[in-house]
C-alpha cells in the first residue's frame, strides 16, 4: 500500500493536469503490492519510436546499444478494451470541499477531472485506447478512444478546460455520443447523481451489455455526509439557484435520512444493472480513491 497519500488540497494548488495524473497514477503503481498485480496477457508485437513521456521500462535498451537510437517495444494485448472515461458537468459538481477557511479550492469537478485524468494515464501506460465524454446540457465535448501519448494530451487538454454548466443533458441528447461506446469496453461515469429525472441513471442502463463493463462514481464530500452546519443556514441549489433558510438543527435528522434514501435506491438501480458503484469523498485523496477501486474491483472477481 501507500504509505503516504497525497492531500488533495496539495493537487489543487498545483494546477498542472499532466503532472497531477503522472504523479498520482506513479504514485499508485508503486504502491501496489506484487500479489495483487495480474498479468496482462500481453505478446509482443512490434517497435517504435519514442516519444515524451513513455514509460522508460519500455525501452529496448539493447536496440538502443546498437543503434543509438531510443525505441520502444508495442506489444499486442489478448483482447483490445476500450476505456471510457464520462464526466457530469453540471453544475452541482461545484460543490466544494470542506474547508475550516472557507476556502473552496477544490470541487467536485476538480476531484473528477484529476481522477479522470489519472485514469487516462493509467490506461496509456497499459496501451488502452481511450475516449472521454463531458456532459451538461450546456457543453457536450467527445473524444473518441484511440491510444498513444498524442491521444493522452488531447484528453489532458479537454479535462482542463471543462467548465460546469447547466444541469445533465436528456439521454435523447447523448444519444449520438453513447451509441459509439460500444464493443469490449470499461466505461467509468463520474458523478454526484444529483439529477431530477434520473438522466444519468438511464444514460447508464443504455451503456451496460455482455461485453461492457461499467463503473459508477459517486462523489461526496465530508459536509454532504457528517452534515456539519449550525445556527441559521442559507442553502443554494446550484442548479437551479434556488434558496432555502433553514436551521440546522432541525433540519439535520430528515436530511440524513433523505440522504441515506437516496444511496439506498441508488445502490439498488446499480445492483439491478450490474453496475459497481464506488463513492469517493473529494476530502479523500486521490490515490485512496484508486486503492478503493481496486479492493472492490478484487472482491467481485
Given amino acids: 500500500m501507500i504509505q503516504q497519500y497525497i492531500d ?32 496482462s496477457g500481453v505478446e509482443f508485437s512490434q517497435y517504435r519510436v519514442y516519444e515524451p513521456g513513455d514509460a522508460l521500462g519500455k525501452i529496448d535498451w539493447k536496440l538502443f546499444a546498437r543503434s543509438d537510437k531510443y525505441f520502444v517495444r508495442e506489444a499486442e494485448r ?17 460543490q466544494g470541499a470542506s ?9 467536485k469537478l476538480d476531484y473528477g477531472r484529476y481522477l479522470l485524468a489519472t485514469l487516462a494515464y493509467l490506461a496509456q501506460q ?22 498513444g501519448q498524442p491521444h493522452l494530451q488531447k484528453i489532458l487538454l479537454q ?19 453513447i451509441n459509439s461506446i460500444g464493443g469490449h469496453g470499461l466505461v467509468f461515469v463520474v458523478s454526484d447523481f444529483y439529477q431530477k429525472n434520473q438522466e444519468i441513471t438511464h444514460m447508464i ?14 462523489l461526496e464530500s465530508d459536509d454532504e455526509i457528517t452534515f456539519p452546519y449550525k445556527g441559521q443556514i442559507r442553502f443554494e441549489d446550484l442548479e437551479s439557484q434556488q ?31 450490474k453496475v459497481q458503484l464506488l463513492r469517493a469523498n473529494i476530502d479523500k485523496p486521490l490515490d485512496q480513491t484508486l486503492f478503493d477501486f481496486l479492493v472492490a474491483r478484487k472482491q467481485l472477481a
Avoid: C
Fill in 99 to 107: 474547508n475550516t477557511n472557507n476556502q473552496m479550492s477544490w470541487n
Fill in 126 to 147: 497499459q496501451g488502452d485506447a481511450t475516449g472521454m465524454l463531458s456532459l451538461s446540457n450546456q457543453h457536450i465535448d467527445f473524444l473518441p478512444a484511440r491510444s
Fill in 8 to 39: 488533495p488540497l496539495t493537487l489543487s494548488r498545483v494546477k498542472d493536469l499532466p503532472l497531477i495524473a503522472k504523479t498520482v497514477a506513479q504514485g499508485f503503481l508503486h504502491g501496489l503490492h506484487n500479489s495483487t498485480q495480474r498479468g
Fill in 243 to 273: 434558496q432555502l433558510l433553514v436551521s440546522a438543527k432541525r433540519a439535520k435528522q430528515h436530511y440524513l435520512q433523505n440522504r441515506a434514501e437516496f444511496n439506498q435506491q441508488l445502490d439498488a438501480q446499480m445492483e439491478r444493472q
Fill in 78 to 94: 489478448e483482447s483490445d478494451i476500450n476505456v471510457w472515461l464520462l464526466l457530469d458537468t453540471s453544475n452541482s459538481m461545484l
Fill in 159 to 177: 479535462l482542463a478546460r471543462i467548465k460546469a454548466g447547466g444541469e445533465f443533458p436528456s439521454s435523447h441528447g447523448i444519444q449520438t455520443q
Fill in 205 to 218: 442502463s443504455s451503456l451496460v451489455s455482455p461485453k461492457t463493463d461499467v463503473i459508477a462514481v459517486q
